[in-house]
Nanobody, 129 residues
């Protein structure tokens, strides 16, 4: 198990924007799903967004759809989460993660944390009203 390197996050007022980045190494001959999750104290970690590297299909939680955008810079092996129109309820610790071999279309849900093997260290996002 490897820890991924995250950057970004911070504090912003409601309506503002933040960007998270995560270095995600390629898995040879094996497409995977890369995801962003978030967690607040006392609650389970929940899926925010994911991207299937084979064809670029993206997945979003209903709560963030239309406000957050997940993307992958393959040349830099960097996963990015652009967050806009942030709300106080978006406040959480955000984690990037990789699920080698997972194809959400056929092999399981994109937000199943048990399918993700490698995780970032976490980035705090705080949105004030």
């Amino acid at each position: 198990q490897r820890q991924l390197s995250q950057s970004g996050g911070g504090s912003v007022q409601a309506g503002g924007s933040l960007t998270l980045s995560c270095i995600t190494p390629k898995w040879p001959n094996r497409p995977d799903t890369l995801g962003w999750f978030r967690q607040v104290p006392g609650k389970e970690r929940e899926g925010v967004a994911a991207i299937y590297t084979e064809d670029g299909t993206t997945y979003y939680a209903a709560a963030v759809k239309g406000r957050f955008t997940i993307s992958l810079d393959s040349a830099k092996d960097t996963l990015v989460l652009q967050m806009s129109s942030l709300k106080p309820e978006d406040t959480a610790m955000y984690y990037c993660a990789t699920a080698p071999g997972l194809n959400p279309r056929y092999g399981g849900s994109w937000d199943d944390t048990f399918r993700y093997r490698h995780w970032g260290q976490g980035s705090q996002v705080t949105v004030s009203s």
